[in-house]
């Protein structure tokens, strides 16, 4: 662990948390598929009891993870939600939390539908004015939820900013990391005390697994968290574990290649009438750019835009051979929906039009393929719309 700090980032994606398996010098993490651990006697063991509470495959993707967002602590899931879920156990009935207006929809469902029925309260503000934020705190908050940039309209929030808000209400703060992934945005540097992540994403990148993760840097919050993780249980398995490692060895090279692809896109997208809205938030108009520049390494690869009407939408996207019509994003491959029928299916149609999530919005997820083959495909869909 102290020998992965002092390294890059790439060297860290390839070497973090991994060691040679002890027993063999195996270089690759063994999947441990086991749920026990043969004990001497009782209570003296190797360090393994039962793999809900430690497992070996486990334990290397946490540290790995860790040592991406530079943050001290790992703790793995079985989903993103799960992450999501476990954090807000954390809170007890009466506390309020302030929440990123646009959040991603699982989350906004996971809050308004289920905790909101176990007594917290959420209040879901445009965080992107840090104001808002401010207006939104009651003397009951205790934590402030942000997604930066969001999903799928792209807002960004200003972390720094919005952590001196959290720091004196005294209040956590919590980012869901998932669009930027470490390689782009560490929010522990920035004043955040929980960072998570959807690692179904960009972190193991193939579409093969759903996973979450948390990273603190705090021994009392991490502690509270394997806590949670052990004693609610929504742990991932150690094939999951196996395969989110094996992801997050390319996570630097692949980052890079989604970027340039989607910088493309959104060059290609600005000069077609038919794409009326785009939302990209490495558009020097978007209103976040400055404030990204600031905060991140680079803009990631979700592109968003508006082609008017559901119609359109739908004649658009029957035409891509190379876009794949699905939910989820942040993988190799390109990915295309449409948030008010799929993913934001969840969100009140009235937020949605506040949002600005029209039946004629897009969300591409942009893959590693050759660009010039996203470009062509691009091309066709529009065509069938003119
Ligand atoms: C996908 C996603 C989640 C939920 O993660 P799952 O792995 O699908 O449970 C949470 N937040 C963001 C930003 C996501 O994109």
């Not at 574990?241 to 992801?247: A, D, E, K, V």
Request: with cysteine; net charge negative; glycine share 8%.
């Amino acid at each position: 662990m102290k020998k992965d700090k002092n390294h890059r980032f790439g060297t860290r994606a390839v070497h973090g948390g991994v060691e040679p398996d002890p027993s063999t010098g195996a270089i690759m993490t063994p999947i441990y598929q086991t749920s026990t651990y043969a004990q001497n006697a009782p209570g003296e063991h190797k360090g393994f009891e039962y793999s809900r509470t430690q497992n070996p495959t486990r334990i290397a993707l946490e540290k790995s993870i860790a040592t991406l967002e530079g943050g001290e602590y790992g703790i793995a899931f079985s989903s993103g939600m799960a992450a999501i879920s476990s954090v807000i156990q954390l809170l007890k009935a009466g506390d309020h939390v302030v929440c990123s207006d646009d959040v991603y929809g699982g989350t906004f469902r996971l809050f308004d539908k289920i905790y909101k029925n176990f007594g917290l309260e959420f209040s879901f503000v445009d965080t992107s004015n840090p104001e808002n934020i401010k207006k939104g705190l009651t003397e009951k908050t205790v934590m402030i939820w942000l997604e930066t940039p969001t999903n799928p309209t792209l807002k960004v929030t200003d972390l720094k900013e919005a952590s001196a808000i959290a720091k004196k209400h005294k209040a956590l703060m919590v980012v869901d990391n998932t669009f930027m992934s470490p390689y782009f945005q560490r929010p522990l540097e920035l004043g955040a005390d929980i960072v998570l992540h959807s690692t179904t994403k960009y972190i193991a990148g193939h579409s093969d697994i759903i996973g979450g993760a948390i990273v603190a840097n705090d021994s009392d919050l991490a502690e509270k968290l394997y806590f949670i993780q052990n004693a609610a249980g929504a742990v991932p398995g150690p094939m999951d574990c196996f395969l989110t490692l094996r992801g997050i060895k390319t996570l630097h090279l692949r980052m890079e290649r989604h970027e340039h692809n989607a910088r493309k896109i959104f060059e290609y997208l600005k000069k077609q009438p038919a794409a009326k809205k785009i939302y990209y938030p490495g558009d020097p108009d978007h209103p976040g750019h400055e404030i990204q520049k600031k905060q991140s390494s680079g803009f990631g690869s979700i592109v968003s835009f508006d082609i008017g009407t559901l119609e359109n939408a739908r004649r658009f996207m029957s035409e891509l051979e190379v876009f794949t019509i699905a939910e989820s994003l942040g993988s190799v491959e390109s990915l295309i929906e449409h948030p008010a029928i799929m993913t934001h299916a969840s969100v009140p149609p009235e937020n949605r039009a506040k949002l600005g999530i029209t039946d004629g919005f897009i969300r591409i997820s942009v893959g590693v393929e050759d660009i010039d083959d996203l470009l062509d495909d691009l091309g066709r869909g529009l065509g069938a719309i003119k």
